[in-house]
């Protein structure tokens, strides 16, 4: 089992930047995909970035490529997403999610630990 915990979170003016991070539990977080959601008010939860267990495939949403970032370091049970030129509708709670494959993945069902999610706040 993995538990996840964000932390970065905040607000921020339109155009700036945040990053965010996940520490994960358990001795076996390098042989998960990882992957990063976010849930505006009154919205499904939607893919935002994920990538494979040894950083070497990502896969991103449209709405973020190119100003979005996802990374890890398995040595320190890590991830991280460095979130730049931020709009007022990239505004969710973010949440980091672990799945029991290799390869990244874009569907929420394919996740199987979550983490308590962290606000993200973007002011026009």
């Known amino acids: 089992q993995v538990q996840l915990v964000e932390s970065g979170g905040g607000l921020v003016q339109s155009g700036g930047s945040l990053r965010l991070s996940c520490v994960a539990s358990?001795?076996?977080?390098?042989?998960?995909?990882m992957g990063w959601f976010h849930q505006a008010p009154g919205k499904e939860r939607e893919f935002v970035a994920a990538l494979s267990w040894n950083n070497s495939n990502t896969v991103y949403a449209d709405s973020v490529k190119g100003r979005f970032t996802i990374s890890r370091d398995n040595a320190k049970n890590t991830m991280s997403l460095q979130m730049n030129s931020l709009k007022p509708e990239d505004t969710a709670v973010y949440y980091c999610?672990?799945?029991?494959?290799?390869?990244?993945?874009?569907?929420?069902?394919?996740?199987?630990?979550w983490g308590q999610g962290t606000q993200v706040t973007v002011s026009s």
């Open positions: 358990g001795r076996t977080f390098s042989t998960y995909a």
């Open positions: 999610a672990a799945a029991r494959t290799l390869l990244p993945r874009g569907s929420s069902l394919e996740y199987a630990y």
